[in-house]
């Protein structure tokens, strides 16, 4: 991971702390420090020390102080478009990154610190010359660029209420200083959360205690008139909580449930309590037994498929907290407050489901789940692995990459840790260019049987070489939902059938092991190729049989 | 009560991560290895947090040794 930071103030201490955090990443990480105040020079000069370095990720940080020098300085009858002047070098130096480094991600911490001047009071936000209003407006533009610079992310700058403070004065007059290392630490803190999710590292998965945890009261002893959820007791502080959880969900966070109860006593305020915000519906897996939280969440994380280090357990009782800390030391266990008003505002300042990607059925993800089940409980029922591939009922399409499915395959590269060839991770501008590439053949796999459609869940990368040799698995990724259903026989078979009909005549194909992707060890000599080295494979097209797959094409 | 050296001593070794390092009032940066500019600032707020004080903008810009800030602190 290669870390450029550009600023227009003193960033030494932002550097110092993302150098100090990064000791944790598991990762050899370089850091290149511009010179003060050279962001305009460094991104538009092509043979800038910055460029040279090929950076993964920039770090851009604007001070709004030093921006306020520079409104003050700017002549009164240019004051009006001072914003949209600053919009506009922000987009335009973005975009000579893009054409640059276009895999760099630039991280930009926005202008949320206001420094209002308050030279007009608060009557200076009904003035466009006022630096109050053009400094708000300047933010506004910039979350609008953001939203379409497709290189540039911003990030919330401002800290919660009285975590720490933002500026000393004493140390802007004494040594420039224009944010305390403090605040700097912080910050590094946010930047950091940022680029461990672009590697891939994030969590998918909530899973939630009951009793006094989603509602107030234990549902076994006060029953469903007794829990305090909406209007009775402190049921408002637990209904803000659930909507929360909620949009979690239709965001994509998988909810499931870990609670000590009976199973049909814990549903029934899913079923019929009438101000339950969470419905049996918003749960991907209900677990309610009594058994130990660390074996079900142990079971519950079979299910979904995901590490442990994916998800996050969410209880009032400390003993269980405790316990599932001791027994499952990867699992988040956040040690939340005591007064239950206190759930939301502490989850909220944690940020614990940062995001590198969204894409729109990221919130069919519970519907996936349960239907899910539904297939567990037919494979129980059958005894036969091909009978029960059958009873599926199958159908994928094979397409190259498409603009629609951009977001998504580029999601596949950075999520999947377990099926992934090679663990390339792609952003979305990446994917979008090698699927214009004509030197590359991209495959993309929709599924979908008779319990419901799995959506577009493997991607394939082949790069070809120009003069017809043999071509080269560059990535080949697939969600683990679909593990074990013929899925890669049938993609063996298109990008065999693909290549030959262009005319190359062999595939070479390796896997680069980490710790989490033993699952395709096997892949390569699974699907027909011969072994060529350690961990290297190939195939003479000429030489592929068909594999056999469960899966009609459509 | 009054502070001593022995009292800044052990921030200015944390500070600059080297514990070899020893002060008298008549110390100034350049005879520490690692006392810049930036650290100075480090040190600005430990010592700060340490003594539960804030100093000045004249405070700080008059220090010109260890002993001014000792003085500063007793003051």
Redesign the interface.
């Known amino acids: 991971m290669r870390i450029a930071i550009l600023g227009n103030y003193a960033t030494q201490f932002l550097r110092r702390s993302l150098v100090r955090r990064a000791r944790s990443w598991g990762q050899p990480v370089e850091c290149h420090e511009a010179e003060y105040d050279t962001v305009d020079m460094e991104l538009l000069d092509e043979g800038s020390a910055t460029y040279a370095f090929a950076p993964d990720v920039i770090v851009w940080h604007e001070s709004t102080l030093a921006l306020r020098t520079r409104f003050y300085n700017t002549p009164p009858a240019e004051r009006e478009a001072f914003a949209e002047a600053y919009a506009d070098r922000v987009g335009r130096l973005a975009e000579r990154v893009a054409e640059r480094v276009p895999s760099a991600r630039i991280l930009f911490p926005n202008l949320s610190l206001a420094f209002d001047d308050n030279v007009f009071g608060h009557y200076g936000l009904k003035i466009p010359s006022s630096w109050s209003f053009q400094v708000a407006k300047a933010g506004h533009l910039l979350h609008a660029l953001a939203a379409r610079q497709r290189n540039l992310f911003l990030l919330n700058a401002r800290p919660p209420e009285g975590a720490v403070e933002v500026t000393d004065w004493t140390q802007v007059v004494n040594a420039d200083l224009h944010f305390t290392p403090a605040y700097l630490d912080w910050l590094a803190g946010c930047l950091e959360t940022v680029i461990v999710t672009l590697g891939g590292r994030f969590r998918k998965c909530v899973v939630l205690d009951l009793d006094n945890t989603l509602w107030g009261g234990v549902i076994g002893d006060d029953g469903m008139e007794g829990i305090q959820v909406g209007a009775l007791g402190i049921g408002k502080a637990f209904t803000q909580f659930q909507k929360w959880l909620r949009e979690l969900g239709r965001r994509g966070i998988i909810l499931a449930v870990c609670s000590k109860n009976n199973e049909e006593t814990a549903r029934e305020p899913f079923l019929r309590h009438p101000e339950m915000v969470l419905r049996l519906d918003d749960i991907a897996v209900f677990v309610a037994n009594w058994e130990s939280k660390a074996d079900n969440i142990a079971r519950i994380r079979e299910t979904l498929n995901i590490g442990f280090d994916a998800m996050v357990f969410l209880d009032d009782n400390p003993a269980e907290r405790e316990i599932v800390r001791r027994h499952l030391p990867d699992v988040l266990v956040p040690e939340l407050p005591e007064d239950p008003a206190g759930y939301l505002p502490f989850l909220i300042a944690a940020n614990l489901f940062e995001t590198a990607s969204h894409s729109a059925n990221d919130g069919e993800r519970t519907r996936q789940y349960q239907e899910e089940f539904r297939r567990q409980e037919l494979s129980r029922s059958v005894t036969d692995m091909d009978e029960f591939l059958r009873s599926l009922d199958m159908q994928a399409s094979v397409t190259p990459f498409r603009e629609e499915d951009v977001e998504r395959i580029a999601q596949l590269t950075q999520r999947s840790n377990q099926f992934n060839l090679r663990t390339v991770r792609y952003t979305a501008a990446d994917i979008r260019r090698l699927a214009a590439d004509p030197g590359c053949e991209t495959f993309s796999v929709q599924l979908s049987d008779r319990f419901g459609n799995y959506g577009l869940i493997s991607a394939v990368i082949v790069r070809c070489r120009p003069d017809g040799g043999a071509a080269a698995i560059d990535t080949w990724i697939m969600s683990c939902r679909v593990l074990k259903r013929t899925v890669e026989a049938l993609l063996m078979n298109e990008v065999v059938e693909r290549l030959r009909a262009r005319g190359i005549g062999g595939l070479a194909g390796e896997y680069l092991p980490t710790p989490k992707n033993a699952l395709v060890a096997q892949l390569l000599p699974g699907l027909g190729m011969a072994a060529d080295g350690e961990n290297r494979y190939v195939l003479r097209l000429d030489r592929h049989i068909p594999l056999k797959t469960h899966i009609r094409k459509t | 009560m009054r502070y001593t050296i022995d009292d800044l001593l052990p921030i200015f070794r944390d500070v600059l991560e080297d514990d070899g390092i020893t002060l008298s009032e008549t110390t100034v940066a350049a005879d520490v290895p690692g006392w810049d500019?930036?650290n100075?600032?480090?040190l600005?707020?430990a010592i700060e947090k340490r003594f539960k004080v804030?100093?000045?903008?004249y405070q700080?810009?008059n220090w010109k040794c260890v002993g001014d800030m000792l003085s500063e602190l007793n003051k």
């Open positions: 500019s930036m100075h600032i480090y600005v707020v804030k100093f000045t903008t700080i810009q």
